[in-house]
């Protein structure tokens, strides 16, 4: 099976602008996860989407929104980017259809955004 | 509310010898523990995870864990490691009833000849 794919690996932008992210999960997979990871405060779950609905939340303001399509692939949008946006934003697939975390979560490779 | 600290930001061990990475959580529920492994320019990859039963959990590449409930902690171990281990390991935490990972801040491994 193929991994989960993140698009684009390396993203630029500058301040006030804003950015979608996608990613793909694996084939069968309907959860899809997204993470945030910064040197500082290291990684920290934004949300979860399972078949097209968010199912949790994690503490993030507003500008941070996401959606998941029909075929479980998923997109992330960060609205008036600010330069703590600056992170490596990681993706997850699982099964995962009970919403509790026992099944595995296999990561996507990131996207690195940076802010400028 | 759950939380996981990681007490060593960097471990520096010689091939070959033995490492531990320490992990300790906080929660007021049961939990289900992780350890990834997050190697450079890559994304998480699953090393083990404890649900329940066994308290001593073995995953791959030869790593292995084990679950303290008395004393909070989820150790990480391998009886001698490889150059090949040099990354940045993460222990997190899940409550029972929820679907996201806790993430501890890491511990960087750097193994060396």
């Known amino acids: 099976k193929a991994g989960v794919t993140q698009t684009p690996r390396y993203l630029i932008k500058t301040r006030g602008q804003q950015v979608t992210l996608s990613c793909s999960p694996i084939s069968g997979h309907r959860s899809v996860s997204w993470y945030q990871q910064t040197p500082g405060q290291g990684l920290q779950f934004l949300f979860e989407y399972f078949s097209e609905t968010q199912r949790n939340k994690g503490n993030f303001p507003g500008r941070f929104s996401g959606r998941q399509f029909s075929n479980s692939r998923s997109e992330m949008n960060v609205s008036t980017l600010e330069l703590g946006d600056s992170a490596l934003y990681l993706c997850?697939?699982?099964?995962?259809?009970?919403?509790?975390?026992?099944?595995?979560?296999?990561f996507g490779p990131g996207t690195r955004l940076t802010v400028l | 509310a759950q939380s996981v600290t990681q007490l060593d930001s960097q471990v520096p061990v010689f091939e070959e010898a033995p490492v531990e990475l320490r992990c300790n959580y906080s929660s007021s529920v049961s939990v289900y523990l992780f350890w990834y492994v997050q190697y450079p320019n890559q994304g998480l990859q699953l090393l083990l995870k404890y649900l329940s039963g066994s308290t001593l959990v073995k995953g791959i590449n030869g790593f292995e864990a084990e679950f303290n409930k008395s004393q909070t902690s989820f150790h990480l171990r391998k009886p001698s490691v490889h150059i090949s281990d040099t990354a940045e390991y993460f222990c997190?935490?899940?409550?029972?009833?929820?679907?996201?990972?806790?993430f501890g801040k890491g511990t960087k491994l750097s193994v060396k000849p």
């Open positions: 997190a935490v899940s409550a029972g009833s929820q679907g996201n990972l806790i």
């Open positions: 997850a697939s699982s099964p995962n259809p009970s919403g509790r975390i026992t099944d595995t979560q296999y």
